[in-house]
């Protein structure tokens, strides 16, 4: 079964970290590029960052650029972000996606995880 | 930066045909893309190029994209296609390379 699943997500206070996986399964993980994307409460998607499938290149978006980390191991065909100074604008609801091979777009998403950051 | 615009709220009556713009500047230069994310539930693709149709996406889901807004129009809506709708684009000049509009919320009357 082709599928995406979150873990990881939770309560943190700001400033602190937290680590979010996400398990593929039912396709040939290396040959994609993997994205996160979240979506706060209430609001709209927001693009994270992405990778691509031999960990070479990875891209951020400029609000997370810095503090976020986006890595993979394709023998687990697991991503990851790795969030570390998180602030209350980072509460969302952080999506797993697959990047289409043929454009730049995501095909199949995960049920997300929720962050929420408070103190 | 690019931004995409789309109206907050759309509503149409059952059987009727719902058009969701997405304004940006010279999108026609762009690919557009198009999510449904029903409440509670994650975003799934239902166009793409512009135009096209992942498999098991109904017919009555169509995209179009000229000048500078993109459309999706759903004919003969059904109560199962309130949700909120998104546009995307990729625009490698933007602080996120991939670029969402605030979204739609459809309302079946």
């Known amino acids: 079964q082709v599928q995406l699943v979150e873990s990881g997500g939770g309560l943190v206070k700001p400033g602190g970290s937290l680590r979010l996986s996400c398990a593929a399964s039912?396709?040939?993980?290396?040959?994609?590029?993997m994205t996160w994307i979240r979506q706060a409460p209430g609001k709209g998607l927001e693009w994270v960052s992405y990778?691509?499938?031999?960990?070479?290149?990875?891209y951020y978006a400029d609000s997370v650029r810095g503090r976020f980390t986006i890595s993979r191991d394709n023998a687990e065909n697991s991503v990851y972000l790795q969030m570390n100074s998180l602030r209350a604008e980072d509460t969302a609801v952080y999506y797993c996606a697959r990047k289409n091979l043929d454009g730049d777009y995501a095909g199949l998403w995960g049920q997300g995880t929720l962050v929420t950051v408070s103190s | 930066s690019y931004v995409l615009t789309q109206p907050p709220s759309v509503s149409v009556a059952p059987g009727q045909t719902a058009t969701l713009p997405c304004g940006g500047t010279?999108?026609?230069?762009?690919?557009v893309y198009w999510y449904q994310q029903k409440p509670g539930q994650a975003p799934v693709l239902v166009v793409y190029d512009d135009t096209l149709r992942p498999s098991g996406i109904p017919e009555r889901f169509s995209g179009s994209n000229s000048g500078n807004t993109a459309t999706l129009t759903i004919t003969r809506v059904e109560d199962g296609d309130e949700g909120d709708y998104y546009c995307q684009v990729w625009d490698p000049t933007s602080d996120h390379l991939w670029v969402f509009g605030g979204g739609s919320q459809l309302t079946v009357l």
């Open positions: 990778i691509n499938g031999g960990s070479s290149h990875t």
């Open positions: 010279n999108i026609e230069s762009k690919t």
């Open positions: 039912g396709f040939t993980f290396s040959n994609y590029y």
